[in-house]
């Protein structure tokens, strides 16, 4: 009698505990186990390793198991093969982050064709209302917007700014870029230089920021749209001698951005809460895979980080990971 009291609290313990390294956990009460993968923009951009943490553990939570796939580029043209491949293996539901407004429609409508629920993930498509169950994402435009501001007050207001983009066609860093535009244009003694395009290069942000540097001695501030754009244009003003005449707002809190921004490189990084997203797509296509409501569009916020706060105990979790 004690060994059978014994066996069936182990048993519990064990159901309690799931325990499948991919995330996926004991399905406990014989529910359905789900199959999901995600799909990031890119390999080794620590904004997605950072949500892969929070959807994995949200699919452990929920008994369900996740993949992961991502391109070696930020390239449509790279992400639809990874598309194609996740549809071969009939996953229950995809998280996709779309790399291209446009150009991720026709194998992301396969991937619907197929049966598959999709939740979309940062990034979104034009259709992407049709497409996905859900679009999560931050208000790029508004961080857009408080980039601006942050820019405005650093820089005084005089003189000439740059914004290094990543490229055409991406729905978060677009809405950056136009926020940045329209609010940078309220104050009148900042002329906006316009933009420049790092294809998700560091290397090439840091030449652009170099060559805009030369090009136009009044300039005072940069706004780097996105992770790998604001490290490469914290890196050219490095090596250019230029970091205290040329101040840096930067979308993003990868682990370099804020050692530059320690180090005075860069003077604010919006970050926003990549885990809370991938958690929000992890739920939301199971509650579409079982046929519950979902959130059409769910917005997460985002947390300006600066020299003064990184250390706060309420900003420190908003700083991105490399690994979970
Ligand atoms: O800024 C994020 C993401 O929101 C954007 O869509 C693409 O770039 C990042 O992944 C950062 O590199």
């Known amino acids: 009698r004690r060994w059978l009291v014994g066996t069936v609290a182990l048993a519990l313990l064990l159901a309690a505990c799931g325990g499948n390294d991919e995330g996926g956990g004991g399905t406990g009460g014989g529910e359905q186990q789900y199959k999901l993968t995600l799909i990031q923009g890119v390999k ?14 949200a699919a452990k939570a929920a008994g369900a198991t996740l993949e992961v796939a991502a391109p070696d580029e930020f390239d449509a043209s790279l992400q639809t093969p990874v598309v194609n491949a996740v549809v071969a293996k009939q996953p229950d539901a995809i998280l996709v982050a779309p790399t291209d407004t446009q150009a991720m429609i026709p194998p992301l409508t396969q991937a619907k064709a197929a049966g598959i629920k999709l939740v979309f993930v940062d990034t979104t498509t034009e259709n992407g209302a049709e497409l996905a169950e859900s679009e999560i994402a931050s208000d790029n435009e508004e961080g857009g917007r408080e980039a601006a501001r942050t820019l405005a007050e650093l820089t005084g207001g005089k003189g000439s700014v740059l914004v290094i983009n990543v490229k055409p066609g991406i729905s978060t860093t ?20 316009g933009q420049e395009y790092s294809n998700d290069k560091p290397e090439i942000a840091a030449s652009k920021a170099t060559a ?26 490095r090596s250019a001698g230029a970091s205290k005449k040329v101040k840096i707002v930067g979308f993003d809190a990868g682990p370099k951005q804020v050692e530059d921004l320690e180090q005075g490189i860069v003077q604010a990084l919006i970050a926003q809460k990549p885990a809370d997203i991938g ?14 409501p979902v959130q059409k569009k769910i917005g997460t916020g985002f947390v300006v980080v600066t020299k003064d706060n990184m250390k706060d105990p309420d900003v420190q979790p908003f700083l991105y990971k490399s690994s979970c």
């Open 44 to 57: 080794g951009d620590q904004f997605y390793v950072t949500m892969q943490c929070g959807a994995q553990e």
């Open 174 to 193: 677009d809405a950056r870029a136009k926020g940045f535009e329209e609010e940078i244009k309220k104050t009148p003694g900042l002329k906006y230089i």
């Open 212 to 237: 805009a540097l030369a090009a136009h001695p009044d300039l005072v501030g940069i706004f780097g749209t996105n992770l790998f754009s604001a490290e490469g244009a914290a890196t050219g003003l």
């Open 279 to 292: 958690k929000a797509g992890v739920e939301q296509a199971i509650a579409a895979l079982k046929g519950e």
